[in-house]
């Protein structure tokens, strides 16, 4: 049988599949979305803007559900393998860790800043099994990892006794709730664009205030 490039898969028999062009599709996918601060895509604008064939979402994702939910995973697979690498660096003490890990979030959410409508849409639309698993995946481990952050932080010394899942919806909501605003910047601030400036600006914001929160007094 010839390569997945010439199969029938998804019923796109003889369809051109180029190196790259599957991880092509979400990079145009996640820039689409990031640039006009939605959580949906046109088939049509993601094939104009990749330069290929809008049939590959179907060879490739089934749908393009499918490619959103790739989307979706590709992105919290990337946090979630960053955060369990914080977490086991034992030669960091836990509010370096946490600071360090404040800083990553606000990057992230930058570079990403549907993530966490775009993971509220897919388990709304996902039967209760495949919700379960998305959770278990991508929302748990970071769930875990707060708890661990905070329990060797306050074994420590260095941080007050707090809830960590009240805390996680806390960083969570901070980070979101900013980078999923740009009408509000545009009609209130006369801001139309989130700058690297505005990320600055704000990391440092959001990291002070959640450690002034955490740390022990």
């Not at 369809?15 to 092509?24: S, V």
């Not at 330069?51 to 919290?76: C, M, Q, T």
Request: charge should be negative.
């Amino acid at each position: 049988m010839a390569g997945r490039n010439t199969t029938q898969a998804g019923g796109t028999a003889g369809l051109a599949a180029p190196p790259g062009a599957r991880e092509l599709l979400l990079d145009t996918a996640s820039a689409i979305m990031r640039e006009g601060d939605v959580i949906d895509i046109s088939l049509s604008e993601l094939s104009l803007r990749s330069g290929l064939n809008s049939a590959l979402v179907k060879y490739y994702f089934g749908n393009k559900a499918g490619l959103l939910k790739a989307l979706l995973e590709r992105d919290w697979q990337a946090i979630v393998t960053s955060v369990d690498a914080l977490v086991a660096k034992d030669e960091w003490n836990p509010e370096d860790k946490l600071r360090r890990h404040l800083w990553k979030v606000v990057d992230t959410f930058y570079a990403v800043p549907y993530l966490n409508r775009l993971t509220m849409r897919v388990i709304r639309e996902s039967d209760d099994a495949e919700a379960r698993r998305i959770a278990e995946c991508y929302l748990s481990p970071i769930y875990r990892a707060y708890e661990q952050l905070i329990g060797e932080g306050v074994k420590a010394g260095v941080f007050r006794e707090i809830d960590p899942q009240l805390f996680y919806f806390t960083v969570t909501g901070a980070v979101d709730r900013f980078f999923s605003t740009r009408l509000v910047l545009k009609h209130c601030f006369d801001q139309d664009t989130l700058t690297e400036e505005l990320r600055d600006r704000y990391r440092e914001h959001t990291i002070d205030i959640i450690m002034a929160g955490i740390l022990a007094r």
